[in-house]
């Protein structure tokens, strides 16, 4: 896929769009900072069609945003390490007067969720899926060494999506 374009949105996220062949979905990748180091060049490797919005976020909060905005067919969640599902969790309301200019408010209960690609693995909490889940969004947690292969494979399971 090809990276054709680059911003930053009111939170304060970085995110880029990468477009591969016409047709296809659209998909979303989220990672946070600290994790989204090589995605870019993970992205760019993949063969397919439709369009990727990479998406840096530091909170939940700009992560429904691109989701609303983007409205993918699924959610790649970047996270330490790849997880077949998850508990229920509550997050901490907080209020984020630093990122972006705006002040915003985050927080609240999320639900259970389980990877949408079937893969066996260990259970584990992830704010980000909980949150993807409670948008209504398919989502699969994986290691950033592995988004490339995940979308990819995701891809092939889906009519149209390769």
Known sequence: MQHTRTWSDVYGSALALFEGRAGGHAWLVAAPPSLA???AEELAGVDGKGRVTLVVHDGLTPLLAALREADPRGVIVVAPSALSG?????????????AGGVEYREGGEFP????????????????????AAQAGAAVVVVGPENVGEALSAWMDRTPHGR
Do not use: K, N
């Open 112 to 131: 259970a969720w389980t990877g949408a690609d079937g893969a066996g693995g260990p259970l584990g909490e992830c704010a980000a899926a909980s949150a």
């Open 86 to 98: 998850g508990p229920a969790i509550s997050v901490p309301e907080r209020v984020v007067a630093d």
């Open 37 to 39: 180091g090589g995605l």
